[in-house]
């Protein structure tokens, strides 16, 4: 089992920035790839980062790429999304995910989830 907690969520002007956090508890979290998703209200679950054990390889959705940086740091059991040039239609709730399997777009690959974080990007 791993846990995951997100924070760093908030409300934000556009065109500023949010940094979120995601801290695993529970098994080794090294061994996992880690991904970032969101969810607006009344639309599905959208892939928007994703980061292998390593942290060597990453991946993004082409709406956030330039923007968004996914990283991590194993020592701290923990994964960042740093989210730049927030614009309105970023506002969602974001979820981190941890799996076993390479690093994917798809949440069906993902075993654990966060509770998610609120992020508001104002107009």
């Known amino acids: 089992q791993v846990q995951l907690v997100e924070s760093g969520g908030g409300l934000v002007q556009a065109g500023g920035s949010l940094r979120l956090s995601c801290a695993a508890s529970?098994?080794?979290?090294?061994?996992?790839?880690m991904g970032w998703f969101r969810q607006a209200p009344g639309k599905e679950r959208e892939f928007v980062a994703a980061?292998?054990?390593?942290?060597?390889?990453?991946d993004y959705t082409d709406s956030v790429k330039g923007r968004f940086t996914i990283s991590r740091d194993n020592a701290k059991n923990t994964v960042y999304l740093q989210m730049n040039s927030l614009k309105p239609e970023d506002t969602a709730v974001y979820y981190c995910?941890?799996?076993?399997?390479?690093?994917?777009?798809?949440?069906?690959?993902?075993?654990?989830w966060g509770q998610g974080t609120q992020v508001t990007v104002s107009s």
């Open positions: 529970g098994r080794t979290f090294s061994g996992y790839a």
């Open positions: 995910a941890a799996t076993l399997g390479n690093p994917s777009p798809r949440y069906r690959r993902y075993d654990y």
């Open positions: 980061v292998s054990w390593s942290g060597a390889s990453t």
